[in-house]
């Protein structure tokens, strides 16, 4: 069935939301073909105007480019997927991560909090902490790192935490169905930063190399931090954020 237009969103953003849905959940993947203004605007009834104020919405978004006797391509390559950005996107189509990307676990285990991971957690300095660090791929090619780190008391609780294994249907979607914590809200920090001697390790870039570093809280509906998080992305991935104002 063809898509149909529905108020109150303009017309132009409908289309730009169908299009970021396909390409967050997979059917349209990095290269992929996105329709002309032409079939959009046969498609979806509007005007070519209208059609090419979402194509051009769409690049700006980072999530779509032009290419010379090919058409709009998407680009889903110079997207940061951050934890933040995984959360909404689960929430959204289901997946945790875009189809060509995958990330894989180095690390999960017990350590002592230093005083930052204290103070981040609301923990005392010393108790111990779970630790879980991963890298995540686009093929093989490394483009982001992140350490998570969880109060240890849920090790217990969530155990699962504590394994290398990926856990499919998502940390706060485990977290939640083991503790009845719902995450509520998200604090982002971020800055442009050089690759440290474990960033270049992760990454496989130069020390040095630019690089977009970020740090979230994760608070359940008492403000209690369900998880600390940092993570560095490769230079030239866009970090986008959506939003709904009322």
């Not at 779509?64 to 959204?92: D, F, I, K």
């Not at 169905?177 to 050089?194: H, I, K, N, S």
């Not at 209690?224 to 490769?234: F, H």
Request: aromatic fraction near 6%; proline fraction near 4%.
């Amino acid at each position: 069935m063809a898509p149909q237009v529905h108020r109150p969103d303009p017309p132009y953003l409908q289309v730009v939301k169908h299009i970021r849905g396909q390409i967050e959940s997979g059917a349209l993947r990095d290269g992929d073909t996105v329709p002309s203004t032409r079939q959009i605007a046969q498609e979806w009834g509007i005007s070519l105007a209208t059609a090419t104020k979402a194509l051009g919405t769409l690049r700006s978004e980072g999530l779509v480019r032009g290419v010379s006797g090919v058409g709009t391509v998407v680009t889903t390559s110079e997207r940061v997927h951050s934890p933040t950005a995984r959360v909404l996107s689960t929430r959204r189509t289901g997946r945790i991560y875009p189809s060509d990307e995958h990330a894989r676990i180095e690390e999960a285990g017990l350590v002592a909090a230093s005083d930052q991971i204290a103070d981040a957690l609301g923990i005392t300095v010393g108790a111990s902490v779970i630790r879980r660090q991963r890298v995540t791929y686009k093929g093989e090619i490394p483009v982001s790192a992140s350490i998570s780190w969880f109060d240890g008391t849920l090790a217990e609780l969530a155990p699962k935490l504590l394994e290398t294994s990926r856990i499919l249907e998502g940390t706060f979607a485990y977290i939640e169905t083991a503790t009845g914590r719902p995450m509520r809200t998200v604090r982002d920090q971020l800055a442009a930063d050089e690759a440290t001697s474990q960033d270049a390790s992760d990454l496989n870039i130069e020390v040095g190399s630019p690089v977009l570093r970020g740090r979230n809280w994760m608070y359940d509906a008492d403000g209690g931090v369900i998880e600390y998080g940092e993570y560095v992305s490769a230079a030239r991935r866009w970090k986008s954020y959506d939003y709904e104002i009322n």
